[in-house]
T-cell receptor
Framework: NAGVTQTPKFQVLKTGQSMTLQCAQD?????MYWYRQDPGMGLRLIYY???????DKGEVPNGYNVSRLNKREFSLRLESAAPSQTSVYFC???????????FGPGTRLTVL | AQSVTQLGSHVSVSEGALVLLRCNYS??????LFWYVQYPNQGLQLLLK??????LVKGINGFEAEFKKSETSFHLTKPSAHMSDAAEYFC????????????FGRGTSLIVHP
């Protein structure tokens, strides 16, 4: 049981490049989330998916898109990376009973 | 609507001293409350959760938290700090229902001095 996995662990991009962050969970959870973590800002919700086939914007969605490929996988895409998107990105899934979230190990992204 | 306030972005204690990390919340519905811990270069992991059963909740690594509705608080404590407790701690609140999305506080960095 791997829990929540994320790839890649590290990435360096140049301004304007695109990339997709991958996330998968093996706990059969309906809900999945993408957060970014910046110093002093805590966790900010980018997008979430309450169930397979649905996605919704969170607090800071600008510059990002998501795809809920199936129940297991939820990807985050940066179409044209900007230095302001330098951050640590976390994917999480959530139980439907007590709303406990399980987090992946994170992707550390630097945009030059 | 729901929100979380964690008092103190940094808390410094000596090894063996009491740990107290403060969390106050607001919620328009009965809440579920959580404490998560993040060790350096890792993701968040659940320390403990309150889901309307006992108001004193025990978690992993000797931590506990008490839900006080009258004070809208859910402070995290540990009687004796250990060097390995040095980490970032996040408090989160959610409505008591599967459709609610947890809201996180900004985090408190716990520093433990030898």
């Amino acid at each position: 049981n791997a829990g929540v996995t994320q790839t890649p662990k590290f990435q360096v991009l140049k301004t304007g490049q695109s990339m997709t962050l991958q996330c998968a969970q093996d706990m059969n959870h309906n809900s999945m989330y993408w957060y970014r973590q910046d110093p002093g800002m805590g966790l900010r919700l980018i997008y979430y998916s309450a169930s397979e086939g649905t996605t919704d914007k969170g607090e800071v969605p600008n510059g990002y898109n998501v795809s809920r490929l199936n129940k297991r996988e939820f990807s985050l895409r940066l179409e044209s990376a900007a230095p302001s998107q330098t951050s640590v990105y976390f994917c999480a899934s959530k139980t439907s009973s007590y709303n406990e979230q399980f987090f992946g190990p994170g992707t550390r992204l630097t945009v030059l | 609507a729901q929100s979380v306030t964690q008092l103190g972005s940094h808390v410094s204690v000596s090894e063996g001293a009491l740990v107290l990390l403060r969390c106050n919340y607001s919620s328009s519905v009965p809440p579920y409350l959580f404490w998560y811990v993040q060790y350096p270069n890792q993701g968040l992991q659940l320390l403990l959760k309150y889901t309307s059963a006992a108001t004193l909740v025990k978690g992993i690594n000797g931590f506990e938290a008490e839900f006080k509705k009258s004070e809208t608080s859910f402070h995290l404590t540990k009687p004796s700090a250990h060097m390995s407790d040095a980490a970032e701690y996040f408090c989160a609140v959610s409505g008591a229902g599967g459709s609610y999305i947890p809201t996180f506080g900004r985090g408190t960095s716990l520093i433990v001095h030898p």
